[in-house]
């Protein structure tokens, strides 16, 4: 198939179709026969030079100007972008409520920030405000006010996810089509769309989803800047990482330096504006993001809850420290251990190749030696451009994001889960949506029909390896992908040579090939609910961390727990104990989610994980946790919670300021969840953060603002986790002691298998 200029109508027709500026095929503002023009006028012009489209002609009703797009497109343009946008919330919607509350960790602040103003702007945990999540709570936002309007439920919690997933690719394809063509805007965003760590956590409650909304705009705002140099695009985009920063801290910072360069350097104004808006972006940002940490640096701490996550009470000290810097070094307060260069620690390998290894491959790197390739071709492409070119630009700005942050997360030695590399999913999709379009524009010269039939190949390839580690499943695909790959590969290197059609036949086989690994698992992540706090993309076994499995609802932590066994969680909510050990129970809405292991879920019991590698130790975590207070129980899922515990808790309930406290944020919001009332997390995610200290705690006891104490759950101490998988630090923390105290000196209560201590019911002894 060949591409050739219409001299009438400056418009070009095919793949990677641009429109020109008339016939000598130059696309207006990027000097290359590729791309439309942007919309916006050169910065020379007077915008009142320039005649608004359609100028003379009646006014379009709006629904048909949102149906037809831009005049100048062709008629399938906007019909096929609004079918993209519709097909991806139709498979992110697709089974959502599987998950139940997912995250039962940022569900209980969604339910509290949806009943307290309060709560909801700290990102308390609960609604009487005893302590926060580890995270600042710009996430918890839209799903609490969500919450608040429709009421508490699983669709309400994450259809804003869901809807946050959709808005990133509409704004991926904007980007890249507005520089690019509308073929390489939809290529992007169906790659993203169909990225199996994407359809994770764009149907998921974790900080992700909105940090990766996000950076795309941010992305997109500098872009638009680089056309014109406007200031305002530039201020958007401090805007833009200021609340990016509100969502996940210090990651979102990690696009920056290239960012900032490329603009210092390419801009289309003079050295001194550049510099200066680069300062008010700066502004902007530290004013987008720094309101809320100045609030709540400045609020008296007597009056507002604890800052979950750290040590001294401090947002500050829990941003630069266990957020923040620690993630880098592994240094942190409350990580279990790190890795180290190149070397092996709790959370996996790090090095140059981490992003494709077991652990990590499967989630997001499909494309990405594909991406790789074709960002060089088309740097390659745009060398000898001018400076101003966008379409280097372009490639510069989404390339330069995805080689920081991948390059941040391959050497990481802190805390760090597969789900993290959600962030890169929309930088790869652009590449390869800009990189594939201009190739085959240029696919007459030899190098460039060659370069795109190597990223094919090396889609193809490594698609095969991906799909070969998850050998049973959909073994005849690892097949297909690798032959229908090559022969497509094949037919693009002649291109130029063959007819339309058989032209279209090699293109539409490469495309499919390179999809069509991350499309099943993509697939089979929508299909399967996903619960607690480290939750992993694709099949069963597809994401492994030390050779270890983690199932559909989480991945496992390297070398998993010591024990093993069997949790079955029966539709009455009740759960039967492992014969061996046992495995993590489920939340209070059932799902998936064993960990590690393999999960099947049926009609009325979900089968709960066989943990064959590994388990927790002791008894199987059924209502209230294992164990008794400063246990293991719901460090990494919610508990079990029976009609009988509910109804305990919730009697005279509005008489007390919590209906119960339990050590650990994921045992409490399961009760929480259940209740509907208030439950105090003690020592934070994992037990061993200082907040309550027990003199408090006796304090709030003898004013007869707690009811019951539930045993079991957290580490209290010993080994534990962050509200995404993290650790503690070892040290003893104040749950401990306030666990003995509760034991020694309350009235114990047995309901089924969960033990509560009524803290009204003072024992004889005591």
């Keep these: 198939m060949t591409t050739q200029p219409d001299t009438s109508t400056g418009t070009s027709t095919g793949i990677g179709t641009s429109t ?4 000598a095929g130059t696309s207006r503002g990027s000097g290359h026969a590729w791309g439309p023009p942007a919309s916006t006028p050169p910065p020379e012009q007077a915008p009142s030079a320039v005649a608004a489209p359609g100028a003379g002609e009646p006014e379009q009703p709006f629904f048909r100007r949102a149906w037809r797009g831009r005049p100048e497109d062709p008629r399938w343009v906007r019909p096929a972008f609004l079918g993209l946008l519709l097909a991806t919330t139709v498979l992110y919607l697709y089974g959502l409520s599987a998950s139940g509350y997912a995250n039962s960790f940022y569900s209980a602040a969604v339910q509290a920030g949806s009943q307290s103003w309060k709560a909801f702007f700290f990102g308390s945990l609960d609604s009487a405000n005893a302590i926060t999540v580890d995270k600042p709570p710009a996430s918890l936002w839209p799903m609490a006010l969500s919450v608040r309007i429709f009421g508490l439920s699983s669709w309400a919690i994450l259809v804003p996810e869901v809807l946050m997933g959709v808005a990133t690719v509409g704004v991926l394809y904007a980007a890249v089509r507005r520089r690019f063509s509308p073929a390489a805007g939809l290529i992007a965003g169906a790659v993203l769309a169909l990225t199996p760590v994407a359809a994770l956590m764009f149907r998921f409650n974790n900080p992700d989803a909105m940090l990766a909304l996000l950076m795309t705009v941010t992305v997109y705002c500098v872009i638009r800047g680089l056309e014109d140099g406007r200031t305002k695009w530039l201020l958007w985009a401090g805007v833009a990482v200021g609340l990016a920063f509100l969502a996940k801290t210090l990651q979102a910072f990690l696009i920056l330096p290239p960012l900032a360069v490329l603009y210092a350097v390419c801009a289309p104004v003079t050295v001194r504006k550049r510099f200066a808006q680069l300062g008010l972006s700066a502004v902007a940002m530290v004013v987008a993001g720094g309101w809320w940490v100045a609030i709540v640096e400045l609020w008296p701490a007597s009056s507002r809850p604890y800052i979950g996550g750290s040590q ?22 409350g990580s279990v251990g790190g890795g180290g260069g190149g070397g092996t620690g709790m959370w996996g390998e790090t090095g140059w190749n981490r992003m494709f290894n077991s652990e990590i491959g499967s989630q997001i790197s499909w494309l990405l030696p594909a991406a790789l390739i074709l960002l060089v071709a088309g740097i390659v492409l745009t060398w000898k451009a001018k400076r101003t070119d966008l379409v280097r630009g372009s490639f510069l700005a989404w390339g330069g994001a995805l080689l920081m942050t991948t390059l941040v997360f391959s050497y990481m030695a802190g805390i760090f889960h597969q789900y993290y590399t959600v962030a890169l999913a929309p930088y ?6 800009m990189g594939a379009t201009v190739l085959w524009e240029e696919r007459g010269k030899v190098w460039a029909s060659l370069t795109l039939a190597g990223s094919v190949t090396a889609a193809a390839v490594w698609g095969y390896v991906l799909l070969n580690r998850t050998s049973d499943y959909l073994p005849w695909l690892k097949w297909l992908v690798l032959v229908g790959g090559l022969a497509g590969a094949l037919g693009l290197i002649f291109a130029g040579r063959l007819g339309r059609r058989l032209a279209l036949v090699a293109v539409g086989l490469s495309f499919v090939a390179s999809v069509a690994g991350p499309t099943a698992y993509t697939l089979s992540t929508v299909n399967t609910g996903h619960t607690g706090s480290i939750v992993t993309a694709g099949p069963a076994g597809a994401s492994m961390m030390g050779g270890r499995g983690g199932g559909p609802g989480g991945g496992g932590m390297r070398g998993g727990f010591p024990g093993g066994g069997q949790n079955q969680q029966n539709g009455n909510g009740t759960t039967q104990n492992g014969q061996q050990g046992g495995g993590m129970g489920q939340p209070p809405t059932g799902g998936t989610g064993g960990f590690p292991g393999q999960n099947q879920q049926g009609n009325g019991n979900t ?6 590698q590994g388990g927790m130790p002791g008894g199987a975590m059924g209502e209230g946790g294992m164990g008794g207070g400063g246990g293991a129980g719901g460090l990494l899922n919610g508990a079990t919670v029976s009609s009988a515990a509910r109804t305990l808790l919730s009697k005279n309930a509005e008489d007390y300021t919590w209906a119960a406290a339990a050590v650990g944020s994921q045992n409490s919001a399961s009760y929480q969840l259940a209740t509907g009332k208030p439950v105090m997390a003690i020592g934070g995610f994992n037990g061993t953060d200082p907040s309550p200290t027990l003199a408090q705690f006796k304090k709030y006891v003898t004013d007869g603002k707690i009811h019951y104490f539930i045993s079991g759950g957290g580490m209290g101490g010993g080994m534990g986790g962050g509200a995404d998988g993290g650790g503690s630090s070892g040290t003893t923390s104040s749950s401990s ?8 000196n309350f009235k114990k209560v047995t309901v089924g298998s969960a033990t509560f201590y009524d803290l009204t019911q003072p024992t004889s002894s005591s």
């Design 20 to 23: 020109n500026t008339g016939s």
């Design 737 to 744: 002691g306030i666990s003995s105290w509760v034991t020694a």
């Design 607 to 612: 089968q709960g994980g066989q943990n064959q």
């Design 428 to 433: 790869i999709a652009a590449v390869v949506g």
């Design 312 to 333: 001294n009470n401090s947002f500050l000290e829990l941003t630069f420290g266990y957020n923040g810097l620690g993630r880098i070094n592994g240094d942190e307060t």
